[in-house]
């Protein structure tokens, strides 16, 4: 899930007139220290595990909230429901229901996700999990999720997790290097402005 190139390709695009806009970076922790790291109690939202059924109603929850969660991000275009589920559904065989996370109010309304995957780079018994995408509307409750990811794949046999993607200025930055993770990988969004 993390994007490569050649190692010619940034040269390639900065000879073309493209110049870095955002940068992003991936981290790695060895779970047995972040599963340790527990945040305050809260009785604002519970977080649960996915029970792995009916993942159209899945995604469309994720849908709703990330719609609202994402949209101030720079780089952010909204997209219809049927085509964030044509993306999604294709990878619901991959996914772990334990590592798929939700943080619901008491009223039983979504509060955040957190989507993470087994590193299925390493080949069929990977030994480190991807923290993928977390998403949240209420205080708190990124943290809670991050969590429970942490104590659930240490729980699940895998002995380090990825933080994948993160936007250098995202609170989610912070909140990576406070529970010890170390900076693995860097990237750079390259843009251009076209003339008319």
């Not at 977390?134 to 046999?157: D, I, N, Q, V, W």
């Not at 993160?166 to 750079?188: K, L, M, V």
């Amino acid at each position: 899930m993390e994007p490569s190139n050649k190692p010619h390709a940034p040269d390639v695009f900065r000879s073309a007139g493209f110049a870095e806009i955002s940068r992003y970076f991936s981290a790695r922790v060895l779970l047995q220290a972040a599963a340790g790291s527990a945040p305050p109690e809260t009785d604002g939202f519970v977080v649960e595990e996915w029970d792995g059924t009916d993942p159209e109603a899945l995604f469309r929850q994720v849908f709703d909230l990330s719609t609202r969660a994402f949209s101030n991000n720079a780089f952010y275009k909204p997209i219809s429901e049927a085509d964030f589920l044509a993306m999604y559904m294709p990878v619901v065989p991959m996914m772990k229901p334990d590592l798929i996370l939700f943080a619901r109010r008491r009223n039983g309304t979504l509060a955040g996700f957190l989507f993470g995957i087994p590193n299925y780079a390493e080949g069929p018994n990977p030994r480190s999990a991807i923290l993928k995408t977390y998403a949240s509307l209420e205080p708190g409750a990124g943290r809670h999720l991050a969590h429970r990811f942490h104590k659930t794949a240490l729980s699940m046999g895998y002995d380090t997790a990825i933080h994948a993607l993160i936007h250098d200025d995202n609170r989610s930055a912070d909140r990576s290097a406070a529970e010890g993770a170390t900076i693995f990988r860097r990237y750079a969004l390259l843009g251009r402005k076209l003339n008319g």
